[in-house]
T-cell receptor, first 112, second 110 residues
Framework: DAMVIQNPRYQVTQFGKPVTLSCSQTLNHNVMYWYQQKSSQAPKLLFHYYDKDFNNEADTPDNFQSRRPNTSFCFLDIRSPGLGDAAMYLC???????????FGPGTRLTVL | SQQGEEDPQALSIQEGENATMNCSYKTSINNLQWYRQNSGRGLVHLILIRSNEREKHSGRLRVTLDTSKKSSSLLITASRAADTASYFCATDNAGNMLTFGGGTRLMVKP
């Protein structure tokens, strides 16, 4: 089945220790998104890629970076995680021109 | 900033009852979507209603949209315990980017 896969599902890191979350998709969608979702809150868009074009939200902290080496994969790098970065990180995809998004299961990040 | 506000924030009903959730938004939209999120999981798209539509059905789901009031409602009929989840509205304002509301946590008791 075509899907969006996120690894790992649970990630524990130490304060200040860089961490990378990964997302892959078999849907062949042009657009990929990273969202941060804190407990009982709405998902908040961090950035998105339209093919290789990177689009950063204005209020996304510099601590967050992203890479998309090819259509299928996208990575979220958190350079120096703080306690406030503990959250669920959701990857999503969509076809160009369509706003319906397909989400992965998420990676829950814990910062100790 | 959040585009949509959802009401109620939490809803608890008995199996078989109907559940209604409301969403209000601030700016003009291309479409409005509803998503479901089971605890600790990703979001699943439920239904999309375009700005020129007033009502849409999908199985046990009924969505209405009132663009003059900038509001939408999601009705789940004959609820089941498996409908227990958080439900989010999301607005597409332009360029297919979505802005999510705060969500309604629905609990359906068997």
């Amino acid at each position: 089945d075509a899907m969006v896969i996120q690894n790992p599902r649970y990630q524990v890191t130490q304060f200040g220790k860089p961490v990378t979350l990964s997302c892959s998709q078999t849907l062949n969608h042009n657009v990929m998104y990273w969202y941060q979702q804190k407990s009982s809150q709405a998902p908040k868009l961090l950035f998105h890629y339209y093919d290789k074009d990177f689009n950063n939200e204005a209020d996304t902290p510099d601590n967050f970076q992203s890479r998309r080496p090819n259509t299928s994969f996208c990575f979220l790098d958190i350079r120096s995680p703080g306690l406030g970065d503990a959250a669920m990180y959701l990857c999503a995809t969509s076809r160009a021109g369509f706003s319906e998004q397909f989400f992965g299961p998420g990676t829950r990040l814990t910062v100790l | 900033s959040q585009q949509g506000e959802e009401d109620p924030q939490a809803l608890s009903i008995q199996e078989g009852e109907n559940a209604t959730m409301n969403c209000s938004y601030k700016t003009s939209i291309n479409n409005l979507q509803w998503y479901r999120q089971n605890s600790g999981r990703g979001l699943v798209h439920l239904i999309l209603i375009r700005s020129n539509e007033r009502e849409k059905h999908s199985g046990r789901l009924r969505v209405t949209l009132d663009t003059s009031k900038k509001s939408s409602s999601l009705l789940i009929t004959a609820s089941r315990a498996a409908d227990t989840a958080s439900y989010f509205c999301a607005t597409d304002n332009a360029g297919n980017m979505l802005t999510f509301g705060g969500g309604t946590r629905l609990m359906v008791k068997p």
